[in-house]
């Protein structure tokens, strides 16, 4: 079983989260969605930000930060739109992380990170959130650091195409996005593989 923190978008903790969340169960991990926003939520990106104006970056990661209190060393970070930025804002302070998932938003990795820490980003392409240069000071990072990056993305859907609820929903591409969500977790799983010999 893996940890999983799983940070919402600038919409605040909704269904796809929470749909998420469920699935990493089912598939045997331990995931955590914490409500940076204390119980509201937004239709639109700029009413998201308005709310993020409203609560403040300090709340939400004071918040992200007190999700964590009672999980392990190692619990995984993964953060979805906005949740990648409170990603970068956490990753300094949780080194033994056992990998950082990034949906729809590219992080920052700070200096001195971990080698060979696994990082997944999937993002649509185009993506405004995970603009090139964004993605190509990613890699960049990665390689100085030696960590070790996986780059998903999708043509042609939109920025939120794993949320059901959202006009930009891309079925396909969301399923595909979860599957290799779930491998990567499976990876980091500290229990041994099952003997499967006769």
């Known amino acids: 079983m893996t940890h999983v923190v799983l940070l ?3 919409l605040g ?3 796809v989260e929470l749909l998420a969340a469920e699935r990493l169960r089912r598939a045997g991990h331990d995931v955590v ?14 009413e998201g930000f308005g709310l993020l104006n409203r609560v403040g970056w300090d709340t939400v990661t004071r918040r992200a930060r007190s999700a964590l209190e009672d999980m392990p ?4 970070l993964a953060g979805v739109s906005m949740g990648a930025g409170v990603v970068s804002a956490l990753l300094p ?3 033994a992380t056992a990998g950082v998932l990034l949906l729809h938003a590219t992080a920052e990795l700070p200096a001195g990170s971990r080698p060979g820490l696994p990082l997944q980003l999937h993002a649509a ?4 959130f995970a603009p090139p240069e964004r993605v190509a000071a990613l890699e960049v990072a990665a390689r100085r650091y030696g960590a070790a990056l996986e ?5 042609g859907v939109g920025h939120f195409y794993t949320d059901p609820g959202s006009p930009e929903h891309d079925a396909a591409a969301a399923e595909l996005t979860w599957a290799r969500v779930v491998g990567f977790l499976d990876r980091l799983d500290p229990r041994p ?4 010999r006769p």
């Open 8 to 10: 919402h978008s600038v």
């Open 13 to 15: 903790l909704r269904p």
């Open 33 to 46: 969605a914490p409500d940076l926003f204390g119980g509201v939520a937004a239709n639109t990106l700029d």
């Open 73 to 76: 060393v190692d619990t995984v």
């Open 93 to 95: 302070e949780r080194t």
């Open 125 to 128: 392409d185009p993506d405004p």
């Open 151 to 155: 780059i998903f993305r999708h043509p």
């Open 193 to 196: 593989a099952p003997d499967v």
